[in-house]
Structures are given as C-alpha cells and as structure tokens.
Nanobody, 126 residues
C-alpha cells in the first residue's frame, strides 16, 4: 500500500509563500501516472488544484491558483512539490496530496485519485 507523506504547511502572512512536499513512501501505486494537490476549507467541498504526470511532466491547474501556484516533481524521490506564491487569506485550507491517474479527455478534475494523503494545514493571515 502506497503512503503519501506531506510536509511544509504552516502559517504565513498574505502575500507570502510556502512550499509543500509530498512523497510516496512505498513507491508508485500500480497504474498511477500522476500526483496532484487538492485542498479543503471548512464547510467547503474538496477542491482540485493541480496535477503533474510522472512521464513528460504535463500539468493541469485550477483557475483559482493558476499563475500563483506551481507543481513540480522529482521522479527519483517519488516526490511532488507545490510552490505557493502570493498567498491570500482565502487560500487557507487543509492541503491534501493525491496519487492517481490523469487520462485524456475533458473530465474535471483531471486527476482520478487512487491514494489520498492525510493533509497539511495552510493558514494565511491577513
């Protein structure tokens, strides 16, 4: 069973930056081809943010974070990163790493999740 370990959350002032990391500790799940990030704020539905494919590095972003957040990967470490810049108070949420499958087509969110991380809290103060 693949486990996802997240780190890097915390408290930051509006306009600041944070970088989240997520490592698949037991290797990639069979059939998976991508990892990504979701977030969930209190009282709201889980929101897809971004995904990146292991091979080729193709990425997808939600409009809410496009231009501010950047996803990257280190295949050798089975790790993905989420660089978050220009953070806003409305970015406050639990950020959840995910492993899964991105397939061609217009489905949204594009990442079909097979393994979820536990989540890491990000709080942006005004």
């Amino acid at each position: 069973q693949v486990l996802l370990e997240e780190s890097g959350g915390g408290l930051v002032q509006a306009g600041g930056s944070l970088r989240l990391s997520c490592t698949a500790t037991s290797g990639r799940a069979f059939g998976s081809n991508a990892m990504g990030w979701f977030r969930q704020a209190p009282g709201l539905e889980r929101e897809f943010l971004t995904a990146i494919m292991w091979s080729g590095g193709n990425t997808n972003y939600a409009d809410s974070v496009k231009g501010r957040f950047t996803i990257s990967r280190d295949n050798a470490k089975n790790t993905v990163y989420l660089q978050m810049n220009s953070l806003k108070p409305e970015d406050t949420a639990v950020y959840i790493c995910a492993l899964g499958i991105v397939s061609s087509g217009t489905a949204w969110p594009p990442l079909r999740v097979t393994v979820w991380g536990q989540g890491t809290q990000v709080t942006v103060s005004s």
